[in-house]
């Protein structure tokens, strides 16, 4: 990966320099100061001022979608578990997993964040809505709809879409985090907030 290149890092150290990532910001932001002791990050009595106002410290969210390894880092280290899985069963699935690994970990209940990382683009025409939407993302990412297989695109009407969404939330969904796959910002936010939002339960 091009961050792995970037920062001279191999690219099987990637897990093991997030956790131990995770563990010392945590601990910079509860600790006066910390001293760590890890295979990639040694510190001695470090600190950082101020410290966060959010307690007990800013919620981290981790993606996991894939792999098993994601699914125990989520459950171990997360408050909360971000995905962009393209079905709802998919989604209640992963769910079971990280919880099932949480309650491994003495965390159940600790990751209540459950987000969706999804493509929008509404209108009152469907279709056009659809043909709108993956249009942006090849532009956008400068591949085929055929290579879209871990983007979650929810295009159409604002009743097709809150279906869609609905679903996910049946299945767990707390989140959603958006993003406009259209070039009239102003436009999309209004349908989803005044025709989307009021469909859902």
């Not at 410290?57 to 909360?80: N, S, Y």
């Not at 958006?178 to 009021?198: H, T």
């Amino acid at each position: 990966m091009e961050s792995c290149r970037f920062f001279r890092a191999p690219i099987y150290e990637k897990a093991g320099r997030l956790e131990e990532s995770i563990q010392i910001l945590r601990g910079l932001w509860t600790q006066d100061t910390l001293t760590y002791e890890g295979w990639y990050y040694q510190l001695k009595e470090v600190g950082i001022l101020p410290h966060p106002l959010q307690r007990p410290v800013i919620p981290i969210w981790l993606t996991a979608d894939r792999h098993e390894g994601g699914f125990k880092r989520a459950a171990k280290l997360a408050d909360g578990w971000v995905t962009m899985v393209n079905t709802a069963e998919k989604f209640a699935e992963g769910r079971a997993k990280v919880d099932a690994y949480a309650r491994e970990c003495s965390r159940a209940d600790k990751i209540p964040v459950s987000a969706l990382y999804a493509s929008f683009n509404l209108g009152a025409n469907g279709e056009k809505a659809r043909q709108d939407g993956w249009a942006w993302m090849e532009k956008f990412f400068g591949v085929p709809k055929s290579q879209f297989d871990y983007h979650v695109g929810i295009f159409g009407t604002p009743e097709e879409c809150a279906r869609t969404i609905q679903a996910y939330i049946d299945a767990g969904l707390t989140t959603v985090i958006a993003r406009i796959a259209s070039s009239d910002l102003k436009e999309q936010i209004s349908l989803l907030l005044n025709e989307l939002k009021p469909r859902l339960r």
